[in-house]
């Protein structure tokens, strides 16, 4: 049974779909990689899953039912549900990292204790290896560290997806490899849902349950890793050895 | 049309600001805690000193080229008169509103827009904040709380300008100059001036927040709405002291 549903969506800007017609499952507990070429809409089909973007036509459908985009109950209904890791880590600035793990919880449970609060703060910073980090600020860490903090706060309400904007672009590959690994052992350790924007095949190597090609505004390709080998779509082949030469 | 869609954000944004304010006043919620003191201190505390120095030398300025010709008919001690009336019900909401939208106004752009550019603005979006309400309501709340005390600084600056200019080139005694100005001034025309400014701050904030919210993506962008953010402020400003100007005359 999928967590999410995709029906017949179109996707853009100003009207201009960038994507039409895609129909898709995320299945639950599983890591989704959405890959494509630059420009192939990866980014805006994930704008649009967690909301940031209504579709131009068709139906992201959570639990059986449609989201109304233009509804806030709806869209409060999802951001409480989904954690988001944005490309940047789009940490605030102007918050020390206590404060920006902290935020998602005094918004949607601001009944909980301070006690209780600084509790999960400091869980989620040792999941992610940040522990005694609290006092820091977003600019006084490296990339790697902003967006492990980044993971921190995208998890600390327990949402049961997590999207991911190219979360190891940017990053040294060893930084990168530990990040990979920090989503999948987060993954395996709570049963939770990834959705991974990502070009770069080591990290869909070492993530990814199940894939989402995007080419020419619609799906070329979904299905699992083992799926891949199978397919005799020239393009599909094309692309992954295509990737694999330029990430080697 | 592309103007009519900027006027239809702008108005948007002026209502959802209202919109947020009355329910944050009501419930305490969906604002970061401390918020308000923090923007308190980077509006009231950082803009004084540049406030109080532009609106003492306006005073002396003002009060130099009006003496030579006060003096011409003899009429040097309506100099307090002409002083306390022009910056207390004019230039000092003017000179205080301009300063606000240089000093506040380009500080909030640039730090939305910036937020924009880096996700930050969409990542309070997914995880259910609201950025109007989030990012504008404490400075709305830390603008309207620091006015009078700005505006009670800028008059007792200005006219000390003019007090110094009266007593050096006129020779009007310090008492005598502010005894006349409390003759001619009215409480309803300071609290007037603190009106007018608190206006006027309304219009930096909102203003500022909508070329921060509204730009479209681009780092190089920034610097751009930052600038147009003063030219609009001050504009707003310009607009709204004729409004009063016609109302109140």
Same mark, same amino acid.
């Given at each position: 049974?999928?967590?999410?549903?995709?029906?017949?969506?179109?996707?853009?800007?100003?009207?201009?779909?960038?994507?039409?017609?895609?129909?898709?499952?995320?299945?639950?507990?599983?890591?989704?990689?959405?890959?494509?070429?630059?420009?192939?809409?990866?980014?805006?089909?994930?704008?649009?899953?967690?909301?940031?973007?209504?579709?131009?036509?068709?139906?992201? =459908?959570?639990?059986?039912?449609?989201?109304?985009?233009?509804?806030?109950?709806?869209?409060?209904?999802?951001?409480?549900?989904?954690?988001?890791?944005?490309?940047?880590?789009? #940490?605030?600035?102007?918050?020390? #990292?206590?404060?920006?793990?902290?935020?998602?919880?005094?918004?949607?449970?601001?009944?909980?204790?301070?006690?209780?609060?600084?509790?999960?703060?400091?869980?989620?910073?040792?999941?992610?290896?940040?522990?005694?980090?609290?006092?820091?600020?977003?600019?006084? #860490?490296?990339?790697?560290?902003?967006?492990?903090?980044?993971?921190?706060?995208?998890?600390?309400?327990?949402?049961?997806?997590?999207?991911?904007?190219?979360?190891?672009?940017?990053?040294?590959?060893?930084?990168?490899?530990?990040?990979?690994?920090?989503?999948?052992?987060?993954?395996?350790?709570?049963?939770?849902?990834? =959705?991974?924007?990502?070009?770069?095949?080591?990290?869909?190597?070492?993530?990814?349950?199940?894939? #989402?090609?995007?080419?020419?505004?619609?799906?070329?390709?979904?299905?699992?890793?083992?799926?891949?080998?199978?397919?005799?779509?020239?393009?599909?082949?094309?692309?992954?050895?295509?990737?694999?030469?330029?990430?080697? | 049309?592309?103007?009519?869609?900027?006027?239809?954000?702008?108005?948007?944004?002026?209502?959802?600001?209202?919109?947020?304010?009355?329910?944050?006043?009501?419930?305490?919620?969906? $604002?970061?805690?401390?918020?308000?003191?923090?923007?308190?201190?980077?509006?009231?505390?950082?803009?004084?000193?540049?406030?109080?120095?532009?609106?003492?030398?306006?005073?002396?300025?003002?009060?130099?080229?009006?003496?030579?010709?006060?003096?011409?008919?003899?009429?040097?001690?309506?100099?307090?008169?002409?002083?306390?009336?022009?910056?207390?019900?004019?230039?000092?909401?003017?000179?205080?509103?301009?300063?606000?939208?240089?000093?506040?106004?380009?500080?909030?752009?640039?730090?939305?827009?910036?937020?924009?550019?880096?996700?930050?603005?969409?990542?309070?979006?997914?995880?259910?904040?609201?950025?109007?309400?989030?990012?504008?309501?404490?400075?709305?709340?830390?603008?309207?709380?620091? $006015?009078?005390?700005?505006?009670?600084?800028?008059?007792?600056?200005?006219?000390?300008?003019?007090?110094?200019?009266?007593?050096?080139?006129?020779?009007?005694?310090?008492?005598?100059?502010?005894? &006349? $100005?409390?003759?001619?001034?009215?409480?309803?025309?300071?609290?007037?001036?603190?009106?007018?400014?608190?206006?006027?701050?309304?219009?930096? $904030?909102?203003?500022?927040?909508?070329?921060?919210?509204?730009?479209?993506?681009?780092? &190089? &962008?920034?610097?751009?709405?930052?600038?147009?953010?003063?030219?609009?402020?001050?504009?707003?400003?310009?607009?709204?002291?004729?409004?009063?100007?016609?109302?109140?005359?």
């Amino acid at each position: 049974m999928e967590i999410i549903r995709v029906r017949g969506l179109s996707v853009g800007y100003g009207g201009t779909p960038v994507l039409e017609h895609l129909d898709f499952d995320i299945l639950p507990g599983r890591v989704t990689v959405i890959v494509g070429e630059s420009g192939s809409g990866k980014s805006t089909l994930l704008k649009t899953l967690i909301g940031l973007l209504p579709p131009l036509a068709g139906a992201v =459908v959570l639990d059986g039912r449609p989201i109304d985009f233009n509804s806030e109950e709806d869209l409060r209904n999802l951001y409480a549900r989904i954690g988001v890791l944005f490309q940047n880590s789009a #940490l605030l600035n102007s918050l020390s #990292l206590y404060e920006n793990i902290a935020l998602p919880l005094r918004i949607h449970r601001p009944d909980q204790a301070p006690a209780e609060e600084a509790k999960r703060v400091a869980e989620m910073l040792g999941r992610v290896g940040l522990q005694g980090s609290e006092k820091k600020f977003p600019y006084e #860490l490296s990339g790697g560290m902003r967006k492990r903090a980044a993971v921190a706060r995208a998890m600390v309400l327990d949402p049961e997806i997590v999207f991911c904007d190219e979360p190891s672009a940017g990053l040294d590959p060893i930084t990168a490899t530990g990040l990979d690994a920090l989503l999948k052992d987060l993954c395996k350790a709570h049963g939770m849902t990834f =959705v991974v924007v990502t070009h770069e095949l080591r990290s869909i190597e070492r993530i990814a349950d199940r894939i #989402l090609l995007l080419r020419d505004g619609a799906v070329r390709f979904h299905g699992g890793l083992g799926d891949l080998d199978k397919t005799k779509d020239p393009y599909v082949k094309a692309f992954f050895l295509r990737t694999a030469n330029h990430d080697h | 049309m592309k103007h009519f869609d900027n006027v239809e954000k702008f108005f948007t944004l002026f209502s959802d600001e209202l919109y947020h304010t009355g329910r944050y006043l009501r419930r305490r919620q969906g $604002v970061m805690p401390g918020a308000v003191v923090q923007q308190m201190f980077a509006m009231g505390y950082r803009s004084f000193p540049i406030i109080t120095l532009i609106t003492f030398l306006v005073g002396v300025t003002i009060s130099l080229t009006s003496a030579s010709q006060l003096r011409l008919f003899g009429a040097d001690v309506y100099l307090a008169d002409l002083i306390g009336l022009a910056m207390i019900k004019e230039l000092v909401p003017l000179m205080t509103g301009i300063m606000m939208a240089g000093k506040i106004g380009a500080s909030i752009t640039a730090e939305i827009a910036t937020m924009k550019v880096m996700d930050e603005i969409d990542a309070l979006r997914t995880m259910g904040v609201v950025p109007e309400k989030f990012l504008m309501v404490p400075r709305l709340i830390a603008i309207t709380l620091c $006015v009078p005390l700005l505006v009670v600084l800028a008059d007792v600056v200005g006219l000390a300008g003019g007090v110094l200019v009266g007593r050096l080139s006129l020779g009007i005694p310090p008492l005598v100059f502010l005894k &006349e $100005v409390f003759r001619v001034v009215a409480v309803s025309d300071f609290l007037l001036g603190i009106g007018k400014t608190m206006v006027f701050g309304w219009a930096v $904030v909102v203003g500022s927040g909508y070329k921060g919210f509204f730009i479209s993506r681009g780092a &190089e &962008e920034v610097g751009t709405a930052t600038t147009d953010s003063v030219v609009l402020s001050i504009a707003l400003i310009i607009g709204l002291d004729c409004v009063f100007a016609f109302v109140l005359n």
